[in-house]
């Protein structure tokens, strides 16, 4: 394995090259956009071929794309996956697979850290269904092994989750799936394949909101799933019933940002670090949430799986929701948005940009405190960032 490992292309090789043809159409250096909906045929038994899978191609635009196939072949390389999809969007890649895995009187298990929208549906929507929902603390796995029961047919996690940055030990996490034979989803959009690959770990699936940092320029809605071929195929059957898929020039713009996700991620790493650590020694702050610091609960479990901590800071300020506004206000570099994952640094208090609906009361019992700050770091100087944040934090 580490022989493997050792000739293997490395993340900035990945990222230009990977599941693209070394001779592309036309002679272009770049992947071009197959902009059109349908696919015309030279004969009768050219339509005969491809229904009998004698040949590749491909035929409308609800069932793939050659653009998208390209992106797909990226990711599932950059993932050490089989085979990858690609959707419309990230919430469209978790609802399709999970449609495609869940049927009435089955049963998932998920972790209370996983995305709100991912629990809406797992709790709602399928609920509906006659598909139930476990809700589990993240982190703990005797929990987790004792929600499972003999309908189980999923474990969904994320890691690192949103906001906390709690990491998830694939490992235990896996060790407990197999031994009671359930299949493992992980939303890995947090970490991106450049900090962690958990298809190696032994996940079944990686899902991607490709919005974020797979894209990374704030410009595309998109979502992905990968992992071995007979998984993702059961997807794909269901997405071209569903419809949920991707527009030429989206994918385009996914394979034009993966050819930097390794440098990218490599500098919101380094910048995030740098914040956190500011943040760890400021007086004005409480609770650091970032994996890289000694005082997170999984720093070792992080240390260990994964090659970087990822871009995302969230940090408690000691104050109310009035002060931790002050300090959203005066930052001059991040913008005000939700999302994450860009080349441009964003802030938000979670309390406002997401669960502005609920009460503190609400709030809390979903873990959301009014004065929690979510800070999604870009590639800007890490040093103009934390004098930035220096200054308002004087605010406060």
């Known amino acids: 394995m580490a022989d493997e490992k050792a000739t293997s292309p490395g993340p900035s090789t990945q990222s230009v090259h990977a599941g693209e043809p070394r001779v592309q159409p036309l002679n272009s250096l770049t992947t071009p956009i197959s902009q059109t909906s349908t696919y015309s045929f030279a004969d009768t038994q050219e339509l005969r071929d491809h229904f009998e899978r004698r040949i590749e191609r491909d035929e409308y635009g609800r069932y793939g794309n050659p653009t998208q196939r390209v992106a797909e072949k990226k990711l599932a390389a950059l993932d050490t996956a089989e085979d990858g999809l690609l959707f419309s969007s990230g919430m469209a890649a978790i609802t399709t697979t999970l449609f495609a895995m869940l049927s009435r009187g089955t049963h998932v298990v998920v972790t209370d850290d996983a995305y709100r929208r991912t629990r809406q549906f797992l709790n709602q929507t399928l609920g509906r269904y006659g598909v139930e929902a476990s809700t589990v603390p993240a982190g703990d796995y005797q929990r987790i092994e004792e ?26 996490l896996v060790e407990i799936a197999q031994r009671r034979r359930v299949k493992t989803v992980i939303d890995s959009t947090f970490a991106t394949p450049v900090n962690q690959r958990p298809i190696e770990f032994g996940i079944d699936l ?113 104050g109310d929701i009035d002060a931790v506004s002050r300090l959203v206000d005066a930052c001059e570099i991040p913008r005000i948005a939700p999302s994450l994952g860009g080349v441009e640094s964003l802030i938000e208090q979670p309390a406002l940009m997401s669960f502005y609906e609920l009460t503190t009361a609400e709030r809390l019992e979903v873990g959301i405190k009014d004065n929690l700050v979510r800070y999604s770091v870009g590639v800007e100087d890490g040093a103009d960032l934390v004098t930035d944040l220096e200054q308002a934090l004087k605010k406060v």
């Open 147 to 172: 929600a499972v029961r003999p309908n189980t047919r999923v474990i969904f996690s994320e890691s690192p989750t949103n906001p906390y940055n709690r990491i998830v030990d694939l490992e235990k």
């Open 206 to 318: 990686v899902i991607h909101s490709a919005t974020k940092y797979l894209g990374g320029h704030n410009d595309l809605l998109a979502g992905a799933v990968v992992g071995s071929a007979p998984l993702i195929a059961g997807i794909r059957d269901l997405q071209g019933v569903t419809g949920a898929v991707p527009d030429p020039f989206a994918a385009y713009l996914l394979i034009r940002g993966l050819k930097t996700l390794a440098l990218r991620v490599a500098r919101q790493n380094e910048n995030a670090e740098r914040l956190a650590a500011f943040l760890d020694a400021h007086p004005k702050v409480g609770t650091v949430h970032y994996p890289s610091l000694k005082s997170h609960p999984e720093y070792e479990i992080a240390a260990r799986q994964m090659s970087g901590f990822g871009g995302v800071v969230s940090f408690e300020v000691e």
